[in-house]
């Protein structure tokens, strides 16, 4: 066995792996259909209720007296 090959089935192996992991982890297909729109709904009035923060504007330069 050459350092290709080797090198080509250990990529095939690690890449099953990174498949699989995909699969588990994932979403299920119901919730990609289905997204919930619950979260969404209830985060909102929150969000109207505070007052947004002003963006900064940058730094504050002072004039400083030469004594």
Aim: charged share 10%; proline share 13%; net charge positive.
């Amino acid at each position: 066995m050459n350092s290709q090959s080797t090198a080509g089935f250990l990529g095939a192996v690690v890449a099953a792996i990174v498949l699989a992991a995909a699969f588990i982890y994932g979403p299920s297909p119901s919730q990609i259909r289905n997204p919930a729109k619950s979260a969404t709904v209830q985060a909102a009035p929150a969000a109207e209720a505070a007052p947004a923060a002003p963006a900064p504007r940058g730094p504050v330069i002072r004039e400083v007296p030469n004594n």
